[in-house]
């Protein structure tokens, strides 16, 4: 079956004063139907550029595309700004980041909610965008609906204004929820029940979620599969099992390492060394003035090899085993 | 038991605005002992920040008292009193002023308290402590990733040699891999320098490796307060279980660690309903009438182990612990 979205060797590159920075570095993904897919990396990763170029929303002078992106057998590159309107906010719906800064703060929640029901068309009439936008909420558990429908986003609260964003994205049923870090704005237990709503509700609407964040613990208890990048590259895709349970790639290895343990006893040790300058990224894998495993064959590109069962490391340690 | 290095009184902060009283903090009773890292952990808009103010002396207490090292501390101190006492913010971006170099920045401290040193040597040195080089005195923050100016930070409170160290979210702004290399200084400088620390923070995980002792803090009050793996192994207040069972863990072993919370975990936050007892009641599934009416007393549950919930007090039934009971 084909997927739903399926972003192929994307290259972008940023012409700036210091020279051409090449913040992706030939990205592959796929999120298919009605799945749940991770993409994990740490801060400058190249992850949440990746999802404004999927929606079309990277267009300045300056950079530099290459590479497709294709949802749903539409080129999203290629697409005029008429027909990307058209697929955002009905069939692709974005989650940021930050609950405040999301929604317009002088608009109460209906406006804005009525908006987007516009858009999706399944409403007409005042009254059943009304119904429509109070089921919406009622859906992600806010007890009061029409409290908050007349209120401002400054009245609610954090974990509130999250739980109307997701009702906002989910309304129009889209093939596509596109979440970049929802709810790492907010505490850990309102966190927890955001991320089990989304779960919960995606799974029932059939909806394909592709969620971007540096939380491994979050990954672990959202996604089914799960892409590790590093540095405007994937390093590592694969179920959310085997990434958690036998990470391949040195970086996956090391970050994993990082986390601080529930179980206590020793601290975790980092990463030494930085991010690489994407104006001047080292030869081959980006990842090798880092590692503890760097040969001289780390200066040459390095594929995703596969191992089995979907799994894939970008690493020279696993030649072999790609081979046999 | 040795001499506590901050005493903390039924500390209280208040604020009046035009539409009434804003409790920031209610009776807050904690100590500090020399050397040790007491974290205060809870979610946002608890107190946790408002305590640190009262400490570092930036706001006045309106009720309660402070003592450091058997001295009083009021907001008006001592500059010898201010010293012993330095405060790392939580955001790299924001703590440095951009406008100086790091030496600029480090010098301030030695300036204020009057250290007669050689301002460049010392600097150099502390960056040295905090694993960076000289080289980076003549730079500005712009030119330092968030590890590296967090570093800085460290060094500039360390420069007046301070007993004890308050940490807000040190960490919370850094990438993982960054805020490991940075909590491994932490602990290091703590040996080296015998310094107390009071981490605060909201990251459960972090503080299970970093904290002998941690205070859980609920809407203004403390909620329950133990050494780091008591309060992990039997979390008493419903809130401490609520907290540490929704941790998003990384394996299998942790996820075994949690304690079970079957119950929701939000009841009617959003209804607006307010307490007369315990904060928590609104959110707690155990909560019966007297929760919401008096206010919970921090019982003790075992040496070094207090809890402020009815249920731990005998005054309601403990149905968290008949739920122990079947598991």
New interface residues.
Partial sequence: MKPLLKVSNLHLRFKLFEGVSHVLNGVSLEVGRGERVAVVG??GCGKSVTLRLIMGLVQHSNTRVEGQVEFDGINMLRSSTAKLRELRGRRICPIFQDPMASLNPTFTILDQMSTVIRRGGKARSRQEIFELAKSALGQV????PER?LYAYPFQL????NQRVLIAMALVNQPDLILADEPGTAL???????TLRLMRGLTEKQGSAVLLIT?????V??FADRVYVMYAGNVVEEGSTKHI??SPKHPYTQ???A??????????????DG?VPDYTKPPPGCRFHPRCAYAREACKQDQPLRKLGGGHKAACVLYEEVSHA | MPEALLEVRDLSKHYTTRTGVVKALDGVSLEVFPGETLAVVGESGLGKTTLANLILGTEGATGGALQFGGQPLSKDRALELRRQIQYVQQNPMTTLNPRRTIFQSIRVPLQTHRIATDHRQRAAQLLEVVGMSAQYLDRFPASLSGGQRQRVAIARALAVEPKLLVLDEPTSALDVSVQAKVLALLVDLQKQFRLTYIFITHDLSVVRNLAGRVAVMYRRKIAEISSTPELFRDPEHPYTRMLISSIPVVSEEEEALKPQWPWERNLALDSGAVSQGCGFAPRCPFAEKACWGEVPPLATVRKGHQSACHMVSGRIENKLEAKRGEA
């Fill in positions: 740490e801060s558990a806010i007890t009061d908050v609260s954090g974990g509130l505490d850990v237990t309102v966190q927890e029940q540096h939380n491994l613990g979050v672990r208890e958690f349970t090391a970050l994993m990082s986390v601080p343990k529930l179980s206590g006893g020793q601290l975790p040790q980092g990463i930085f």
